[in-house]
T-cell receptor, first 115, second 116 residues
């Protein structure tokens, strides 16, 4: 079975500091991996995705993530945090097999940005 | 551009009552998904429709839950004889086929259910 684990349910960073949100995956097949973001009172939206092309994936709002097979990781980074980045971030993996297309999400990491 | 719309946004009910949630997907998205999110957890898959056909159901979807998408457009999720454990945010998402296959879903804002 495919799964993702997010390390840290809550991360606080100062405005302008590096953002690093951790995600490790488990999969017996090459995975499709995703980061979704949920801003307060809004629906989840796709931030970026990895689908076996380039290992460094760039997303919206200056975020990027690097797929590292040797570490089974897909950590999300942003060089300089902005107040507007405060949100909950979910790592997800796509299960696809026998016509099934399910996203399995991690538990989420809530990012707080301190002015 | 109209996004995924869910109604009601909030529902408070007493244990044992039935509730129904409605989801209107993005126009021309033929795939529709229901997820459930409880406090401190990520969204969990419940069920998936392609057009009007319900192609997959999670074992989380007990026999008290039923979902329909009668004309391949909007969908309803009904919970019968609600229990306190049903309290959660119910999320609807849609996608066109090419993007659904690669995990790109468009989510609504959710319907929050509180069972007293």
């Amino acid at each position: 079975a495919q799964s993702v684990t997010q390390l840290g349910s809550h991360v606080s960073v100062s405005e302008g500091a590096l953002v690093l949100l951790r995600c490790n995956y488990s999969s017996s097949v090459p995975p499709y991996l995703f980061w979704y973001v949920q801003y307060p009172n809004q629906g989840l939206q796709l931030l970026l995705k990895y689908t076996s092309a380039a290992t460094l994936v760039k997303g919206i709002n200056g975020f990027e993530a690097e797929f590292k097979k040797s570490e089974t990781s897909f950590h999300l980074t942003k060089p300089s945090a902005h107040m507007s980045d405060a949100a909950e971030y979910f790592c997800a993996i796509l299960y696809s097999g026998a016509g099934s297309y399910q996203l399995t999400f991690g538990k989420g990491t809530k990012l707080s940005v301190i002015p | 551009d109209t996004g995924v719309s869910q109604d009601p946004r909030h529902k408070i009910t007493k244990r044992g009552q039935n509730v129904t949630f409605r989801c209107d997907p993005i126009s021309e998205h033929n795939r529709l998904y229901w997820y459930r999110q409880t406090l401190g957890q990520g969204p969990e898959f419940l069920t998936y429709f392609q057009n009007e056909a319900q192609l997959e159901k999670s074992r989380l979807l007990s026999d008290r839950f039923s979902a329909e998408r009668p004309k391949g457009s909007f969908s309803t999720l009904e919970i019968q004889r609600t229990e306190q454990g049903d309290s959660a945010m119910y999320l609807c998402a849609s996608s066109p086929p090419s993007r659904g296959d690669t995990g790109e879903l468009f989510f609504g804002e959710g319907s929050r259910l509180t069972v007293l």
